[in-house]
């Protein structure tokens, strides 16, 4: 597909080429085929997504939508059309650019469904919702093509379920629709071809790769002290961090959770001596101010901006000089993804900073940049599509037409996800949402679904296609509870828990600012400002695991003195230390220390399976302990570490790492903590079972878990086989415990544990010990000066003179 002079005309205005990838995007559009373009950020991947369908639109105009525009995020979905009306503007061209998402206002949603644009940027959930009208045949009955951005952001999960759902409607209600897929951080592009084709055709998708853009400039931000023993945050470091705010245009300084993004906030204010323009961007704060942070950085306003995942993926902001990572990035494509937000131009190089939170942390810096250097990806784990979305998108196509079960479930396992589904689970999950399932049929609110006489099945009430519409969606967001001032002015929302554990003269940080709770109205949380220290939020969920492809090249650090030459010298005493008074396990080794401390027994394991799974094995390996008698104390986990006290001494930890503790400790676990009941309110709100809100009216998160709550105690009695109790419980392994992190831990823990037994703590047990001194301050910001004196303490024990 050549080119007409008009684009031709615009690159060269602008001083740009077409690129190889560009071209070759347009190649395949004209052979009419699917495509998967990998390519560094920087490289105009959005505009080659794009370009076939600007120039068919140049050369054939259309009152039709032509091009469906998909991305994670509602700012990237705005970002992208602000950029795409400019060129559009230049060249003159009569084509018309919306985005559609849950802030598009009623009356905007209304006229695009009737008349729609040419081009169409929305989120999975929003055409989710417009493939539940009955004018979404008509709507989309003339598709050309759809262009999913970031596609690793959502393909392996739940978000990606429910697209790949409406990619197998869509193409049906339009056959000759080609699907498009962006990415610049994918480490096995065939997994992606395969989820992106129909019917899971890898090779119905051609595979276009960018043009190699230069290489990032990465350094390691080291402290002008020793490197902390433990802690995740990097705030020793926000002198160092200030600098290079004050010495640069603009900073973006990436934090792993919300609550620690509050945290390096406040700290950085405290050491801005210079008043330098700072804002905060998180998920959890209103979208107001979330807008005017972006709008803030796109003007240049800003010099720094703190912020979580929720600017990973793809804004455009060309004058950011540096990024800087506080903590760990915990993967290698999540740090390229990160570093690709300074310059976001192809043929300069992107400036980082990363800020290790500890030793171990620093390993695990230095194994980013050495992945990244080799090219190397986090692989990411595609599993079975869940139920609880298919059940969302069987009622969604309900509310647009009465359909037939043979031809519908034939349509749905034209979606890969959903290959696995057969007659008889499809079957089950029809009676899911026709009445309920066998426990619940009797309640006429359970009533969906009902046959129409002409071997269909049809809503059995027109109000509940409303109903669906306002409670659809499958980001689940942990009860929550509104932040306001006395006025009214509503800052953002923290999480019902953690506002019950508040009362009046309480103060926490949030939106920037130190708040001092004044009373709890409802759902609301009514503050002051105030200059009294404040406490952190604690956000639930928001813990991010090592990859297991960094995890492996930490744990060949520990097995290659060689390559300690370019460590800092304490990190490097650290792992002499180490290697004298226990051992370094080699790759694949399970290392196993006890050891006696305080009064107290220890054992300490070295997985470097990442948190999730630890805090999960944890608990499994005490209530093991407690049945054979060792009367565990308690434990902490790390990214790197699990250690657990006890008064007896663990002689044979072999037994304790046993497999089957998969399918005895593991399973009562889940059965009697608030683990499947957490996960069932999950699938229960996503598969229609709870409604979220009524027109009107919204309920409270203690009364949507009030609610699954009580189900689950009548299907939990009544029907143990319940569809949702299966969903539940595929959640609980998959996504809440990281059970298959676990269990390819415990295959090989029999064969590669080595134990050694010690007289006394070990270098390298330090930093997870010094997890116990934070911890048992419950609540409590312990203080740095503190938490340092107790690891000083735990190193004279460790690494002092015999």
């Given amino acids: 597909m050549p080119l007409s002079a008009i684009f031709t005309d615009w690159f060269a205005a602008r001083g740009w080429r077409v690129r190889r990838h560009q071209a070759e995007m347009l190649a395949a559009a004209e052979r009419g085929e699917h495509a998967l373009l990998v390519a560094a950020t920087g490289a105009g991947k959005t505009l080659a997504g794009f370009l076939p369908s600007l120039a068919d639109l140049a050369e054939h105009p259309s009152d039709r939508l032509h091009t469906l525009y998909v991305s994670p995020l509602k700012a990237l979905a705005a970002d992208v059309e602000r950029n ?43 055409l989710s919702l417009l493939l539940s009208y009955p004018d979404s045949f008509a709507m989309f009955a003339d598709l050309k093509t759809v262009v999913i951005d970031e596609i690793h952001a959502f393909a392996p999960g739940k978000r990606g379920d429910l697209l790949s759902l409406a990619l197998s409607r869509l193409q049906r209600l339009a056959p000759g629709l080609r699907r498009v897929g962006l990415s610049a951080t ?25 043009e190699p853009g230069a290489e990032p400039d990465i350094a390691i931000l080291l402290p002008e002290g020793a490197v902390p023993w433990a802690g995740h945050s990097g705030r020793y470091a926000v002198h160092q961090v200030m600098a290079e705010i004050a010495k640069n245009r603009t900073t973006i300084i990436f ?170 689970i499809f079957g089950r999950l029809l009676g899911f949402v026709r009445d309920g399932g066998y426990a619940l049929k009797s309640y006429d609110r359970f009533r969906r679904l009902a046959p129409d006489g002409k071997g269909r099945w049809r809503l059995s009430h027109p109000r509940l296609a409303a ?56 759902t609301d949380l009514i503050v002051r400002a105030t200059t009294r220290p404040a406490r952190i939020p604690s956000y639930m969920g928001a813990r991010l695991a090592i990859s297991t492809r960094l995890a492996d090249r930490v744990r060949g650090f520990l097995a290659d003195p060689a390559s300690w030459r370019r460590f800092p010298e304490d990190v490097r005493f650290w792992l002499e230390m180490q290697a004298l008074r226990s051992v370094l396990p080699r790759p694949g080794e399970l290392l196993v220390e006890t050891f006696p401390h305080e009064g107290h027994h220890y054992m ?74 957490r996960a069932f309110r999950e699938v229960a709100v996503i598969g229609g079972l709870i409604e979220r809100q009524h027109p009107g009216k919204r309920k409270t998160g203690k009364q949507v878990t009030f609610s699954t709550d009580l189900i689950f105690d009548v299907l939990r009695k009544y029907e143990p086989d319940h569809l949702l ?39 390298l047990a330090i930093p997870v010990l010094v997890l116990i001194g934070r911890e048992s301050v419950a609540g409590a910001d312990l203080d740095d000066a503190l938490l340092g004196e107790l690891a000083d303490a735990l190193a004279d024990t460790a690494m002092g003179g015999d």
């Fill in 84 to 126: 795409l009306l400019g060129p559009i503007a230049e060249m003159g061209l009569d084509i018309s650019v919306e985005s559609r998402s849950g802030d598009t206002s009623s009356d905007r949603k209304a006229r695009q469904r009737a008349k729609p644009p040419n081009i169409l940027l929305t989120t999975p959930e929003s």
């Fill in 186 to 210: 994918i480490a096995d592009p065939a997994q992606y071809a395969a989820w992106l084709a129909p019917d899971a055709d890898a090779g119905a998708v051609t595979l276009v790769e960018g």
């Fill in 255 to 424: 934090c792993n959770t919300r609550g620690l993004a509050e945290l390096i906030f406040q700290e950085l204010w405290k050491v801005n001596d210079l008043s330098l323009p700072i804002a905060i961007h998180h998920g959890s704060l209103d979208r107001e101010a979330r807008q005017r942070a972006e709008a803030a950085m796109a003007e240049g306003r800003l010099r720094a901006l703190v912020a979580t995942a929720s600017l990973d993926l793809g804004l455009d902001w060309g004058d950011v000089d540096c990024v800087i990572q506080m903590g760990a990035p915990k993967g290698s494509s999540r740090l390229l993804q990160r570093i690709g937000r300074a310059n976001h131009r192809l043929d300069e190089p992107s400036r980082a900073l990363i800020v290790p939170g500890n030793r171990f942390e620093y390993l695990e810096a230095r194994a980013a940049l050495d992945a990244v250097e080799a090219g190397e990806r986090d692989a990411d784990r595609f599993r079975p599509g869940a139920l609880d979305v298919l059940a969302q998108h069987v009622m969604a196509l309900a509310c647009a037409a009465p359909f037939r079960e043979d031809e519908l479930l034939a349509e749905v396992r034209t979606a890969a996800p959903y290959r696995w589904i057969d007659a008889d």
């Fill in 467 to 522: 109903q669906h519409r306002l409670n659809a969606g499958i980001i689940v967001e942990a009860p929550m509870a509104a932040v306001r001032f006395r006025n009214g002015r509503r800052l953002g929302q923290v999480e019902e828990y953690f506002a019950s554990t508040l009362t009046p003269g309480d103060t926490f940080a949030f939106a920037g600012l130190s708040l001092e709770v004044e009373s709890i109205r409802d």
């Fill in 604 to 677: 300490v394991c070295y997985p470097f399976e990442g948190w999730n799974a630890h805090q999960s094995l944890g608990m499994l390996i005490t209530k093991r302990m407690e049945r054979v008698g060792l009367q565990p104390l308690g434990f902490v986990a790390s990214d790197y570490a699990i250690a657990i006290w006890s008064l007896r001494p663990v002689t044979n930890p072999e037994a304790l790492f046993d497999a089957e503790i998969l399918s005895d400790e593991f399973v009562e676990w889940v059965e009697q903590s608030h683990l499947l009941k």
């Fill in 725 to 763: 109790l299966e969903a539940a419980w595929a959640d609980a392994r998959e996504r809440l415990t990281d059970v298959a992190r676990l269990g390819d831990l415990l295959d090989r823990a029999a064969g590669t544990m080595v134990h050694r037994t010690l007289d006394r703590i070990s270098p």
